[in-house]
């Protein structure tokens, strides 16, 4: 970004490796440009923004589809905010519980100068299902079974796509699972039943 007395005359974005701009002005002869000021400095990107508990994320002091780690940065040191740390340019973790946590990069660069960045991540839960115990009934019974978890998506060995399920008539043993999506998570159960 450049700026002359605060008006914007050009912005780009990406990420570039050092080097110099040059200026050449086209309607005034000899101009000079002068107390030119730039700042160094650096982000991170979390891969993904939102896991779900036990999952592995990536975090990355640069966009990875760029130039890689600036030279005028010395050392990164993480803080994942659940009391886990590391010195690694790009780290995974993995959350073992569930929550929102601040993420920090602390980044020395040269001249002795400190940049320290924080992001917020959100660890979500497996949804808790429970089909209840493996089920002996009298043949030709019937059952209903419930995987509620209010605001999630479902999928039936049966194909149904609800939060329970009525079984009419149960001709011979069966196995019954369920998943349960929720906030990209996924939490499962089976049940079997022994018709008599």
């Given at each position: ?80 905010g ?35 960045i924080?992001?917020?991540?959100t ?45 009419i ?28």
């Amino acid at each position: 970004t450049i700026k002359i007395d605060d008006n914007l005359i050009f912005e780009k974005s990406g990420s570039y490796e050092m080097g110099r701009f040059g200026y050449y002005c086209m309607s005034q002869r000899k101009v000079h440009f002068k107390d030119f000021t730039y700042q160094s400095f650096i982000d991170f990107t979390t891969n993904p923004q939102s896991a779900c508990t036990g999952e592995e994320i990536s975090v990355s002091p640069f966009d990875p589809s760029g130039i890689g780690l600036p030279g005028f940065v010395k050392e990164v040191h993480w803080d994942f905010g659940d009391g886990t740390t590391s010195d690694e340019i790009i780290p995974t973790h993995v959350y073992e519980n569930a929550g929102s946590y601040e993420i920090e990069l602390i980044v020395l660069k040269d001249g002795g100068c400190q940049d320290t960045i924080t992001k917020d991540v959100t660890i979500h839960p497996h949804p808790t299902v429970d089909l209840g115990n493996d089920l002996d009934l009298a043949a030709c019974s019937s059952v209903i079974l419930e995987a509620s978890n209010p605001g999630a998506s479902y999928l039936w060995s049966t194909g149904a796509t609800t939060d329970k399920i009525e079984l009419i008539n149960i001709p011979t043993d069966t196995i019954i699972w369920v998943e349960v999506e929720k906030y990209g998570c996924i939490g499962s159960d089976t049940v079997a039943i022994k018709v008599e």
